[in-house]
């Protein structure tokens, strides 16, 4: 009999790539799927007849265990989240019911509907945010810095209090930024290699960011989710810090994105500080060690080829929309 999985957050970058390999792997997957006027579905493209969405909601106990019963699953991945770190400014009490909360909620549930289940909880860098260390482990003690990075560290660490407190089979994976042509064309990686498609083609002229001097680990999303499925293979639940072990700034990432579409970034960047963040995270950079000796896990794309592709699928879906 296949495995069954349920992955909260399916319709997002890692939960499309995550459920494709979950399908090649021969799993029954579901995915949660919260009602809205509008139900954007894009990314997960051609798999769409091959997984079973159920209507639930983070924020809706009992609709969280109505999805359990319903799929039967052996593994849930909790991917589902307020990701965006800006918008847990303005939205920190959001933030903080679906991102913390909702958490609770999903093993409340598990705990309820059927204790063997597996869970992997979707913990963040975010949370080391004014770093006690470098590079960071699992071991490195937290200073979240933004609503986004609190309510994170409390979903982790209720992880943590449910494994030890009931026995679940519930982990944590740390991942360090990773981005794909997938990523939400609100976050750095995917505004900066939008707008470079953008201004090839004559559409846009300036790109305004903020902080150019931060540090990022940033790596290929489809290589994140592969760890996720093997964290969740082992006999015994443990936390993982996922990551390339190497950090490249803001600034790095605009120069090889420009470069890609053989522009000059001085001629069209302009540093806005409104968008700087209240409470900056300057410097991110893992240590997957120990993801590399258990899970034997590691980083297929390197930072060059990732801002590569990233550009050139942008700058191929640009031309699609302009002939179109």
């Given at each position: ?128 945010g004014k770093v006690q ?85 940033w790596g290929y999303a ?28 803001v600034q790095a990432f ?71």
């Open positions: 009999m296949a495995k069954r999985a349920l992955i909260t957050g399916i319709t997002g970058q890692d939960g499309s790539y995550l459920a494709e390999l979950l399908l090649e792997k021969g799993y029954d997957v579901y995915g949660l799927l919260r009602r809205s006027s509008t139900t954007r579905l894009e990314r997960l493209g051609s798999i769409q007849d091959f997984i079973t969405l159920l209507s639930g909601d983070l924020l809706d106990s009992r609709s969280l265990q109505h999805v359990l019963e319903v799929s039967q699953a052996d593994e849930v991945y909790n991917l589902a989240a307020q990701s965006f770190v800006p918008e847990s400014w303005t939205q920190p009490l959001l933030t903080g019911e679906v991102t913390a909360l909702g958490v609770t909620r999903m093993l409340d549930a598990i705990h309820a509907v059927n204790p063997k289940i597996r869970f992997y909880q979707a913990s963040t860098s975010e949370m080391f260390a470098v590079p960071q482990s699992e071991s490195t003690p937290f200073y979240p810095r933004s609503p986004y990075g609190v309510s994170k560290l409390y979903g982790h660490w209720i992880t943590v209090n449910y494994r030890e407190s009931y026995g679940l089979y519930a982990c944590s994976g740390i991942l360090f930024n990773h981005e794909s042509p997938r990523r939400g064309l609100e976050f750095v990686t995917r505004k900066v290699t939008r707008a470079v498609a953008r201004i090839q083609a004559g559409l846009q002229r300036e790109l305004r960011l903020g902080n150019l001097d931060a540090q990022r680990d489809p290589d994140y989710v592969e760890a996720m499925w093997r964290m969740l293979q082992l006999d015994a639940p443990q936390d993982f810090v996922i990551a390339t072990g190497e950090t490249h700034s605009v120069e090889r994105a420009f470069a890609a579409a053989h522009l000059d970034w001085h001629d069209h960047v302009v540093v806005d500080p409104t968008l700087v963040r209240p409470a900056e995270v300057d410097l991110l950079v893992g240590d997957p060690t120990r993801a590399r000796q258990i899970l034997e896990w590691q980083p297929s794309v390197n930072f060059e080829a990732l801002v590569d592709l990233m550009v050139k699928a942008d700058i191929e879906q640009v031309n699609r929309l302009c002939e179109s």
